[in-house]
Structure formats: C-alpha cells, structure tokens
C-alpha cells in the first residue's frame, strides 16, 4: 500500500522475489483503513494457513489501533502476516513481538510528522504565506439573507451550504438573523 506519489513496483519486485503468487496494491494513505478497497479485498480473501506478505509494516497500517485490528482479525482467521523487509511473521512469538514494537514506532513517526506539518502551517500563517483554502461561501449573500429576516436553514437551502456553515459565519462576524417582530 502507497500513497500517490510513490511508485510501487519496487514493493510488487520485493513480494514477487519473496514467493507471492498474487500481488494486491494500492495508492492510498496507511494512515486509515477507510476506502482502502484492495486491503478490503485482501482481509476478505485470505484463507486459514495463508500468509500475508507486505514489504514494510507501515504500508498496511500506520495507527497501532489500526494494526492491531488487522492483526486480530488475521489472527481470528488462522492468517499469518509477514514483512520482507523487517523480522515480522506472526507465526512466530519474537516476530508478533517485533510487529507491535514497530507498530508503535509507525504511530510515533506519523504523529511526529502531523506535529511538524502544523508547526510549518502555522509559521507560514504567521509570515502571511498560508492563507488556507480560498473560501467557497458567499459571505455578503448569507448575511444580506440574515438581515432580510431569514433563517439558517433557509439560507442554507437556498446556497446550497450546510447550516452549520451559515451558523458560524453568522457568529464570526456577528450578524445575527433578524427576528421578526409579531404585531401586539
């Protein structure tokens, strides 16, 4: 498993090398198991006395949550994992040993590298280089339709927005929808 911008021959040359008849690949995140369809089929597929081969731990999961599911359900199915590149075969005790020791140290990289992706968001923000995402809500439109009397949900519908999004900016630029006021 990979993501976009890395090339998975070299992986698929290394599986190959190491006995695997059917190779399963993937440009998507290790970071979730979500909408990774071909680890999906893979979990399907495998059979009691199978053996799952990956060149790296972290190219199957990168949470210890994540890997530690995987591994069960494996396990539950009498499936064994392995890893050409590092001492993991959970059919043995000192490699599902060695599997959650990396596990651990993928999780620690990931959230390392999170940290530094939000430190350099942030400097960026303060030098004024980053200014997020263009916005895609017209602003002038939900507080002209806020002070013609209207609600949330009907400035919502008529945008095509989400209500909360109407909601917030509302309260960011405190504009609140006009009540109407019932005659005495």
Known sequence: MSTTD??????????????CEMVRAEKR??????????L???MDFARRGDTIVVTRIDRLARSIADLAALVRELEAKGVALRA???PVDTSTAAGR????????FAEFETNLRRERQLEGIAKAKAEGV???RPRSI????????????LGGSEIARRLGIGRASVYRLLGDT????VQPVSPA
């Open 84 to 86: 050409t590149e590092q």
């Open 130 to 132: 980053y200014k997020g």
């Open 174 to 177: 405190k504009v609140a929808p």
């Open 138 to 149: 017209d602003a002038a439109a939900v507080r002209a339709m806020a002070a013609e009397g």
């Open 97 to 104: 040993c060695f599997l959650q020791m990396l596990g651990v």
């Open 29 to 38: 995140s290790g970071t979730t198991t979500e909408g990774r369809t071909e």
């Open 6 to 19: 890395q090339h998975l021959g070299l992986q698929e040359e290394a599986l190959r090398a190491a006995g």
């Open 40 to 42: 999906l089929t893979l």
